[in-house]
């Protein structure tokens, strides 16, 4: 049995994970395609991704879940 505070609490932290992978998807397309592209913030915006990756993973678990 989830409460419904937790689950609240669930649904924002996930919508907010999810609202940054997908700005730090549009920052890595945008650093791709400008002409002399950093290859440190490339390789920056890539393993920030794959953390909040690795994060909504986590929180998708059925443990997670069963808060």
């Known amino acids: 049995f989830i409460d419904q505070e ?3 609490t669930f649904k924002s932290r996930f919508y907010r994970l999810t609202e940054l992978h997908r700005q ?4 890595l ?4 395609r400008r002409r002399g ?15 909040v990756r690795n994060r909504l993973a986590a ?9």
């Open 6 to 8: 937790a689950l609240m």
């Open 24 to 27: 730090l998807d549009d920052a």
């Open 29 to 32: 397309r945008t650093e791709h």
């Open 37 to 51: 592209a950093d290859p440190f913030r490339l390789l920056r915006l890539k393993s920030l991704k794959l953390a």
């Open 59 to 67: 929180l998708s678990r059925p443990s997670a879940l069963a808060l």
